[in-house]
């Protein structure tokens, strides 16, 4: 099975950035990799997803133009850029592995990101 190991989050001030990284252990027998999130008393939610061939890319409407994924095939990894964070944006982003468009599998331990005022 997959493995999927996630870092980059901490603690930054509202209007600030993060880079957090999703490292696959293979990318053989996966579509891809998305990242969700889960903030306190909210229900795990989809941010993001994009595609190993071809690099097609999804967003949580409410995220766009602020969230960017990308990958490094080479190292089976994917990355969320985060900007101009808001506190509401704070919560445990998880990343999961991708089987087919919106088939999903395995999930990461997660990453928690803070966002102070």
């Known amino acids: 099975q997959v493995q999927l190991v996630e870092s980059g989050g901490g603690l930054v001030q509202a209007g600030g950035s993060l880079r957090l990284s999703c490292a696959a252990s293979?990318?053989?027998?996966?579509?891809?990799l998305a990242w969700f999130r889960q903030a306190p008393g909210k229900e795990r939610e989809f941010v993001a997803a994009?595609?190993?061939?071809?690099?097609?890319?999804s967003y949580a409407d409410s995220l766009k133009g602020r969230f960017t994924i990308s990958r490094d095939n080479a190292k089976n990894t994917v990355y969320l850029q985060m900007n101009s964070l808001k506190p509401e944006d704070t919560g445990v982003y998880y990343c999961r592995s991708a089987l087919a468009e919106r088939v999903y599998g395995a999930w990461g331990q997660g990453t928690q990101v803070t966002v102070s005022l």
């Open positions: 293979r990318a053989f027998g996966i579509h891809g």
């Open positions: 994009i595609a190993w061939s071809g690099g097609r890319t």
